[in-house]
């Protein structure tokens, strides 16, 4: 079974940068959408960026495009880490960042529609980030 597990969070002021990891195991993830999502406190979770491990191709969202990077790369065949490297963080940034995944069965429609919480099959415990001002 495919299993997430996130880390790099803490506290980083303003402006400053952070990278987060996210360690996916238990698949060869071929083709697999691996996503980071965030919840602020009061506020429902939104997706942040995607990455598709077959052909690398990226969507982030309007709030971090620009400051935010997606990458991944593969230790072997059943073991994949995603990273987000977040720069020029701001106070809104402060969250709990999730890391979720889920085959795409050859989805063949825009990354951004997939991108999206209820397409997620798994899921990690988060990380938190807090941004001071």
């Known amino acids: 079974e495919v299993q997430l597990v996130e880390s790099g969070g803490g506290l980083v002021q303003a402006g400053g940068s952070l990278r987060l990891s996210c360690e996916a195991s238990?698949?060869?993830?071929?083709?697999?959408?691996i996503a980071w999502f965030r919840q602020a406190p009061g506020k429902e979770r939104e997706g942040v960026s995607c990455?598709?491990?077959?052909?690398?191709?990226?969507?982030?969202?309007h709030s971090v495009n620009g400051r935010f990077t997606i990458s991944t790369i593969s230790s072997d065949n059943t073991k994949n880490t995603v990273f987000l490297q977040m720069n020029s963080v701001r106070p809104e940034d402060t969250a709990v960042y999730y890391c979720a995944a889920k085959d795409t069965l050859d989805w063949s429609g825009p990354l951004e529609n997939f991108c999206v919480e209820y397409h997620m099959e798994y899921w990690g415990k988060g990380t938190l980030v807090t941004v001071s001002s």
């Open positions: 238990g698949s060869t993830f071929d083709d697999y959408v």
């Open positions: 990455v598709r491990t077959s052909d690398l191709s990226t969507y982030y969202s």
